[in-house]
Structure formats: structure tokens, C-alpha cells
């Protein structure tokens, strides 16, 4: 056995083996410690579990969903004592068993860190699976600190039996694994189950410091390595700085960013699949098994960066690949080959060929070639954007090496910047970047990257300023060009709404009567149009709209035939203001005044043919009234009675596209591709609150194109659109790599291509 000094190196504890009294007293005392703590750890996670599964319950998406809620409620209720009493009798008796635990052999190689248990497993224990290797790997990497001392002085007091975070009882592996243990006494959903792990990694597995200072300080007041000092081996993420793995009280819940929290998540968990990756391989790590032959050892950080720096400067000595000439396959290729490519650099640099990386660089190294891979893979981004952002690979596996805090920092520069650029592309095309300047930018950035960045990592925040300036910059002048089309697409609406209200609004009062051609002309054209330029600047409930409408009606019946004496008297009272409504009106859209008087006299010598009079034969100036070219006519009754309306049903068309559009918010970006060849993008600028029209622009913010609804939603159902990804294009990786290696976990392949 051995000890780490101040300086880190190990001697011999050969001579500081502990009696078998000793051994005993220095157990039971940490026994004690960890029952106490653990007890109430424990007892103050199940106070919340009740709360929590009623919460869930009242935001449960159906009845069968609250039913499961409240059922695991009660069965929590009625099991809770046995579970306690099960996983506190479980770690005494793990702890109890170092006393007399034999030394183990040498193993063929290295073991993985903490249990792995994912193999050809059912679903919901994959699912548990990795809920407890994830929750195992977080809390190992931010306890690392003070598990290792507390492994050091359980080595010094059991004899010199090796402890580790592995065989600790105590430590997150073996306490998260009793629970698991525990846990099989309820007979609960897996959505209880993981509902409660995760409150257990919460309130247990986030508040070991306290158990693990407590248990340090007993064993240094006893003589144990006093002076125990160690260093965090390089990769691992110190406490202060892993995110999402806050220490709260036990009676309070720690408040996590919900966002950093997911990205924690997730690295953690990717972490656990590629450890569970190694153990179905039968390999981790670097060391060669037992009489395989010389072991070559393992590089070091700086020689992995000096071999990528090499690689760099040949990437970014050739010329920029052509968008159109690049194969996506061969480049590929390239891509999960880097591994290859890097271990034949630092062969060519140290002089032989390591055959392995460690473990935390292989799974640096897969990780990033994943991202690539998926950035290869991601139709979100046009084909030669792909292309272009593809050759970060190195720069950023350099970055990663440098600052392991990159996959679990949202807010990382590196990430933020690589995010940046895929916004910026996700919008791309050549037909609205003529000028280059969106392309230059990107290429611009992609380069410099591969000139100049070596271990200086402010140079990705440095670039992600600049690339921040250049979208607000292009933002500013396309959210002026939107406007404008906006402004034009709103006044057309306006306009034709109008038109439609007063067309319907005459149709409806003429019914099924048959109307001179006299009359129903200045209905459809003069009138009409009076009513469209009274409802645009006056308003549908403004009383001159009113008294228009109003004119429509005495118009109408104007043309009733005259059959008695008081139909001659009513036409008579009628006529006056008739004809003062008609001077109003037929001023209002652009008529002259000696249009006016040959309509009025048209009309004269009309209505005194109705009221019997005689009327003398027409003469040159009672030909028909022209209309001024302003003046069109709108009240075609096939068009107006056949056009949708706005609320009118739509065509019938898949409810799930139909879903897609109702939640299309402005900004989101589609893709067009309406002749099956020519490709467009283009961002949803505006939704009309009037027609309900769906508004598209470029990145110049020019327009590209309006749908109706249903129009759109029968494009997104024939594939002749659909829509980009909102999500950061990080956060699409990640998700894509963990499903990625939870279906080779499920399977129990080591494939992942």
C-alpha cells in the first residue's frame, strides 16, 4: 500500500498497516458516521418525494398518467420504512465486509469507473441503468477531492487493501447501487422509480461532502495520513467547477439553472454510455494486459496537442475545399478516421505508435468526431456550410483537450461560437448572399481558427464578439427591409379584406333580386369602392360606414317597380338623398364632377321611366358613364362568393401538419423546395392577425413567400417544405450522440457508426 505526499508521489504504507483492533475501532467509527448522515440524507429525500409525485400528478398529461402518480404515492408511503431500513443495513454491512475482505487478485486490466450494467437489458432497466451511471459519474467527478482521501485512509486502516471509488462503500458508485437494491423492494412505475433516483442523487448524492469531510476528520484526529495531499488527475473537472452539480442543505433544494443542469445531464450521461461502450468491448484505457508485451505509454496532454497542432498546420496550409466539389462521404470518412490519423502522428513524433489513448482522451477524442459527424449529418445546415464548418474538427478537439468544461458549459466561448456560426449558416443560400458577406464571414472565422489558435483560448471569445457585431449589424439592416415588407403585405390585406366586406356586403343586401345594369353598376364599381376607402380610413364601425351601407339599402329599393301611388310617393322621398349620398361617394373615389352630373342624369331619366313619366330619346351624352381607370370593379359575385375567407374551413389536410403550423413562431426557419430542385430558405417573419397568412423572408430580409395555413401545412405534407430546428445546433448534437449510444448500449455492440 501506498501513500500520496505533498508532492503528489506515492510511498510505501507497508509499515503503516493497522492492527486487526484498530481496524475494527476505525471501521465502526466511520459505520457510525455514515449511518447517522446517511439516515438523514435518506429520511429528507423521501419528505420530498410526496410533494414531488403530486406535482407531477397534477400536470399529468391524462388520468392513466395521475393514477400512476398517485399510486406510486402510496406504495412510496407504505414501503418507505423498509426501503430506509434495506439501504442502511446494506452499507453497514459493505462497510462491515472491508475488515474481512480479501486482498484481490491483479486484475487482466484496468476495470471500469463504477459499476457498469448496461448490456442486452429490457428497456425500463436500460432506462434505470443509465439513471444510475449517470447520477455515479457526475458525483464521482465533483467528489473527487475529498473520495480520494477518504480512499486513502480506508486503504491505510483495512490493511493496505486497495479502495477505490469503486469498491468504497461509501462512495457514490457503491451507495447509489444499494439504493438501486433498495428500490427493488417498491413496486412502483420505472416513471416513479426515476423520478425518485433523481431526488436521491439530489438530496443524498449531492450532500456526501459533509459525510466525506466528517469521516476525513475522525480518521486524521486518529493518526491516519495527517498529511495527505493529492492532485486531480488530468481531465477530471474540480468541484468548483462542474456544472450543474450543486451542493445544497439537506432541507433545501439547490437551485440549478435548468439549462446548464441539461447540459451537465447529458455530458454525464454520454460519459456513462462511453464507459459502458468500453466494458461490452472488454477493454478500457490504455494498458496492455499482462504479458501482451512492452506497454507503451499512454500520451500525454501535451503531446496529443503537439500531434494535433502538426495536423492543424497541414489542414490550414491547403486550399479552402469548393462547396460543390467535396464529397460528404469521403469527408466522412475523414472525420472518424481523425483517431487514426492522430495516434500515426504521435508515432511519427515520440518515435513509436501508441496503440491507445487514455480513457478520458478516447472518449474526448469519439466525442468531437461525433459532433462532426453529426454536423456532416445535419440537414439543418445547407451542404456547403457542412463543408465549411467541418474543418473545426481539430481545433476543437485541441479546445476540448485544453478546457474539459466545453460539452458542459452552454455558455462556453467555444461552444458559443460554434453555435453562432450554425445560426448564421442555417440561413445561407446563394441567391441572398450575393455580395459574399455572410459566406466571407464564416470562411473568415473557420480560418483564423486554423491559423492562429493553438492554446489561447480567448481567441474563441474574441471571435465569438465578432461574430456577435456581424449579426447584430446584418440583423439591424434586414429587420429594416422586414419591416417594409411587412408595412406593404399589411396594406395589401387591409385592402383586400375590404374589398371583401363591401362586396359582401352588397351581395347580401341585392339577394336573389335582379337588378337594372344601371343600378348594379354603381353598386360594383363606384360604390364599392366608396366602401373599401370608408372602412380603410374610418373604420367598419365608424358611422359613415353606417350611413354608406345605409345608401345601399334606399339604392336597392329604388329599383322596386312602381305599382301604386304611395310606391310613386316613397320613390319620390327616396330620391334627394340619393342622389346627395351619390355626389359624396362618387367624389370620394376620384370622380369628376361632369362624370357625376352624366351619371345623376342617367339615373333621372331612369327613375322617371319607373315613375311613369315620359322620357325623351336618348342623345349623345346619355351614353354609357365611363368609369375613371381608378375605379375597378370589385363586386364579381363568382370570385367574392368562392374565396376563402378569413376563419373559413381550409382544405383537408394531415392534423399533424395542420399542429406544425399553429406552432410556428416568428424566426423559425423553413426550407422550400417547391419544383423538387430549387431550394430555398427562409424565415418566418410575420403571421397576419387578420388573414392568418404566413409571411416569409430571406436573411436580407426580402420576401420570399406568404401561405395561408392550410397552404403551408399541405407543403410540410407533400415534403415540399419543412422545418429547420430551432435548437442550438450543440444541443442537437448532444441529443443525437446520447441516442446514438444508448441504442449500441441496448444492443450490446460496440457499434456507433
Keep these: ?101 480479501p486482498a484481490p487478485a491483479a486484475p487482466a486490466g484496468p476495470s471500469p469507473t463504477g459499476p457498469v450494467e448496461l448490456s442486452l437489458v429490457a428497456e425500463n432497466e436500460l432506462e434505470e441503468s443509465l439513471a444510475i451511471t449517470s447520477m455515479i459519474a457526475k458525483n464521482e467527478s465533483r467528489l473527487a477531492r475529498d473520495l480520494f482521501a477518504v480512499n486513502q485512509r480506508l486503504s491505510v486502516i483495512c490493511g493496505g487493501l486497495k479502495i477505490d471509488d469503486a469498491t468504497n462503500p461509501v462512495a457514490p458508485a457503491a451507495l447509489s447501487q444499494a439504493f438501486r437494491q433498495a428500490m427493488r423492494e417498491l413496486s412502483a412505475e420505472m416513471r416513479v422509480k426515476l423520478i425518485i433516483y433523481k431526488l436521491f442523487d439530489r438530496y443524498v448524492l449531492s450532500a456526501l461532502e459533509e459525510l466525506y469531510q466528517e469521516i476525513n476528520t475522525e480518521l486524521v484526529r486518529a493518526g491516519v495520513l495527517p498529511q495527505l495531499r ?113 495516434l500515426g502522428q504521435l508515432g511519427a513524433l515520440r518515435g513509436e505508435r501508441p496503440s491507445q489513448v487514455s480513457a478520458i482522451d478516447e472518449d474526448t477524442i469519439d466525442l468531437v468526431g461525433m459532433l462532426f459527424e453529426f454536423i456532416l449529418a445535419d440537414n439543418t445546415l445547407p451542404a456547403g456550410m457542412q463543408v465549411m464548418l467541418s474543418r473545426l474538427q481539430i481545433p476543437y478537439l485541441k479546445a476540448a483537450i485544453l478546457d474539459r468544461r466545453l460539452f458542459a458549459h452552454r455558455q462556453h466561448p467555444a461552444r458559443r461560437l460554434l453555435d453562432g456560426l450554425a ?96 343600378l348594379h353598376g354603381v353598386l360594383a364599381r363606384a360604390w364599392a369602392n366608396h366602401l373599401v376607402l370608408t372602412i380603410l380610413r374610418q ?65 333621372h331619366t331612369y327613375y322617371r321611366q319607373q315613375l311613369g313619366e315620359a322620357v325623351p330619346e336618348p342623345g ?61 430558405r427562409a424565415k418566418l417573419s410575420w403571421i397576419s392577425p387578420m388573414s392568418g397568412r404566413y409571411l416569409f423572408v430571406n436573411r436580407r430580409g426580402l420576401k420570399v413567400g406568404d401561405y395561408a395555413p392550410h397552404e403551408l401545412a399541405a407543403a410540410l405534407a407533400a415534403g415540399s417544405a419543412r422545418i429547420l430546428s430551432s435548437q442550438p445546433l450543440f444541443d442537437r448534437a448532444m441529443g443525437a450522440i446520447v441516442d446514438r449510444l444508448s441504442q449500441a448500449a441496448a444492443s450490446g455492440t460496440d457499434e456507433i457508426a
Design 230 to 342: 493529492h492532485e486531480v488527475a488530468r481531465g477530471e473537472t474540480p468541484p468548483d467547477t462542474d456544472t450543474g452539480a450543486t451542493t445544497a442543505p439537506a432541507d433545501a433544494a439547490p437551485e440549478i439553472d435548468p439549462e446548464a443542469a441539461l447540459a451537465s445531464e447529458l455530458l454525464h450521461t454520454v460519459r456513462a454510455l462511453f464507459s459502458t461502450r468500453r466494458a461490452q468491448a472488454g477493454a478500457v484505457g490504455i494498458a496492455a494486459a499482462p504479458g501482451s508485451g512492452p506497454m507503451v505509454a499512454v500520451p500525454t496532454a501535451n503531446e496529443l496537442l503537439g500531434a494535433l497542432s502538426v495536423l492543424q498546420s497541414q489542414l490550414a496550409s491547403g486550399p479552402m475545399p469548393s462547396m460543390q466539389s467535396v464529397d460528404p462521404v469521403a469527408l466522412g470518412r475523414e472525420v472518424v478516421q481523425l483517431k487514426e490519423h492522430l
Design 1 to 101: 500500500m501506498k501513500e500520496a505526499n505533498e508532492s503528489g508521489k506515492v510511498v510505501s504504507l507497508s509499515q503503516r498497516q493497522e492492527p486487526a483492533e484498530r481496524i475494527g475501532d476505525l471501521l465502526g467509527a466511520v459505520r457510525a458516521i455514515a449511518g447517522r448522515r446517511l439516515q438523514v440524507l435518506l429520511g429528507n429525500m423521501f419528505e420530498h418525494v410526496d410533494d414531488a409525485l403530486f406535482d407531477l400528478a397534477e400536470k399529468a398529461e391524462n388520468n392513466a398518467a395521475q393514477m400512476h402518480y398517485f399510486d406510486g404515492m402510496r406504495e412510496v408511503r407504505k414501503r418507505r420504512p423498509l426501503v430506509e431500513r434495506t439501504y442502511l443495513t446494506q452499507v453497514s454491512r459493505e462497510l462491515t465486509g472491508l475488515s474481512v475482505r
Design 539 to 603: 373604420g367598419e364601425d365608424s358611422p359613415a360606414f353606417a350611413e354608406a351601407l345605409r345608401f345601399v339599402n334606399e339604392f336597392i329599393a329604388s329599383a322596386r317597380p312602381v305599382h301604386s301611388a304611395e310606391d310613386r310617393r316613397a320613390l319620390l322621398r327616396m330620391l334627394p338623398g340619393i342622389e346627395r349620398a351619390l355626389r359624396r361617394g362618387l367624389a370620394n373615389v376620384a370622380f369628376q364632377e361632369n362624370d357625376i352630373e352624366r351619371l345623376l342624369g342617367q339615373l
Design 423 to 518: 445560426e448564421l449558416a442555417k440561413g445561407w443560400s446563394e441567391e441572398s448572399d450575393r455580395d459574399h458577406r455572410v459566406h466571407d464571414k464564416i470562411k473568415s472565422i473557420v480560418e483564423r481558427l486554423l491559423h492562429e489558435f493553438d492554446d489561447d483560448m480567448s481567441l474563441f471569445e474574441r471571435l465569438g464578439a465578432e461574430l456577435q457585431a456581424f449579426h447584430e449589424q446584418s440583423r439591424k439592416r434586414a429587420e429594416l427591409a422586414e419591416q417594409r415588407v411587412a408595412e406593404s403585405a399589411r396594406g395589401r390585406e387591409k385592402l383586400e379584406l375590404a374589398r371583401r366586406r363591401a362586396a359582401r356586403e352588397i351581395l347580401d343586401r341585392i339577394g336573389s333580386q335582379s337588378l337594372p345594369p344601371l
Design 620 to 680: 349623345p351624352e346619355d351614353a354609357a358613364l365611363p368609369i375613371p381607370e381608378s375605379i375597378q370593379p370589385i363586386l364579381e359575385t363568382d370570385a367574392v362568393e368562392h374565396e376563402p375567407e378569413p376563419g373559413q374551413a381550409a382544405p383537408a389536410t394531415d392534423s399533424n401538419e395542420i399542429e406544425q403550423v399553429e406552432q410556428l413562431k416568428s424566426g423559425t426557419w423553413l426550407e422550400f423546395c417547391p419544383t423538387g430542385d430549387a431550394v430555398t
